[in-house]
């Protein structure tokens, strides 16, 4: 089983509630680290300009390059659900290492403004989903532009729409991700 993303880009007005409510819930402090980012996407030229907007957390890669460079091994995928975590316990931290980040597409690991910060990331709310809850960031969003579950559900309900503008995809990661484009 794969666990993953839909995101809906026409619904999407770039209010930042999902950020917001990601930091807050799991009260990661005022700073660099940021679970779910939410980017901006500018197209076109005057007097025809656009405005289009992308959720970029952790996407739960199928093949998740940064557990296959962590050279701690702190970075796992659980077989029954596919979300990937780190064990922030057992990385090495910022200053030793930083592997994570520079092998992720997407920019997923992020490190706190403390002194040797350790890893962190989306973790689409694991405990979340053993309540029966999905990750607050789609809970909180006023638009409904996002939602999360099993892959092959949200290809049935939503089709399979794995590229966008914007949004570089990585065929050997396999982003666990659904895009609705504008």
């Known amino acids: 089983m794969q666990f993953g993303f839909y995101f809906d880009q026409t619904r999407c007005v770039g209010c930042f509630t999902c950020a917001v409510a990601c930091k807050d819930w799991h009260d990661t ?61 057992i990385c090495l931290g910022q200053e030793k290492c930083g592997t994570c980040r ?13 002194t040797d910060a350790r890893m962190e990331k989306c973790d689409l709310c694991r405990e979340r989903w053993q309540g029966g809850g999905k990750p607050i960031c789609v809970e909180a969003c006023p638009l409904r532009a996002l939602d999360a579950g099993e892959m092959v559900q949200l290809e049935q309900q939503y089709g399979r729409q794995r590229e966008m503008d914007g949004f570089p995809f990585d065929a050997s990661a396999k982003p666990s991700v659904i895009w609705k484009r504008k």
Do not use: L
């Not at 660099?32 to 030229?45: A, D, L, Q, R, T």
């Not at 405005?51 to 199928?62: D, L, Q, S, T």
């Not at 920019?107 to 706190?112: D, L, R, S, V, W």
């Open 29 to 89: 402090p005022a700073g660099p680290s940021h679970w779910m980012k939410v980017n901006c996407i500018e197209e076109g030229e005057f007097p025809h300009p656009a405005v289009a907007y992308a959720i970029r957390p952790c996407y739960h890669c199928e093949n998740p390059p940064c557990r296959e460079n962590c050279p701690a091994g702190a970075i796992s995928k659980s077989a029954d659900t596919g979300i990937v975590t780190v064990d922030r316990g």
């Open 102 to 114: 520079e092998i992720c597409p997407y920019g997923a690991p992020q490190f706190g403004a403390e």
